[in-house]
């Protein structure tokens, strides 16, 4: 059974940095796509960013140059980070880890990041 474990939202002010960690356990290849999207109070889900298999990098308009995602195969299984640099205000949401393999998506259940001084 694929199992997504997201860790690290939390509360910080403007400027400051937080560090997105999910953990994917119960698969035994690489996913095509690993990544993050968000989604604030009364907006729709949006991506933020994405890597492929071949650790191709995809980021929203927004994130680019602050954001950088990364995946590692540990013991723990496939893990994926998001850093957050620079955050802002509107970067605010619920932040999903999405896997998708063999074109099965799946969902973490999300983890809340607050930017506000």
């Known amino acids: 059974q694929v199992q997504l474990a997201e860790s690290g939202g939390g509360l910080v002010q403007p400027g400051g940095s937080l560090r997105l960690r999910c953990v994917v356990s119960g698969i035994l290849r690489l996913p095509n796509t690993m990544g993050w999207y968000r989604q604030a109070p009364g907006k729709q889900r949006e991506l933020v960013a994405t890597?492929?298999?071949?650790?191709?990098?995809?980021?929203a308009d927004s994130v680019k140059g602050r954001f950088a995602i990364s995946r590692v195969l540990d013991n723990a299984g496939y893990t994926v980070y998001l850093q957050m640099d620079t955050l802002k205000p509107d970067d605010t949401a619920v932040y999903y880890c999405?896997?998708?393999?063999?074109?099965?998506?799946?969902w973490g259940q999300g983890t809340q990041v607050t930017v506000s001084s």
């Open positions: 890597m492929t298999g071949n650790s191709a990098t995809n980021y």
């Open positions: 999405h896997v998708n393999i063999v074109r099965n998506d799946y």
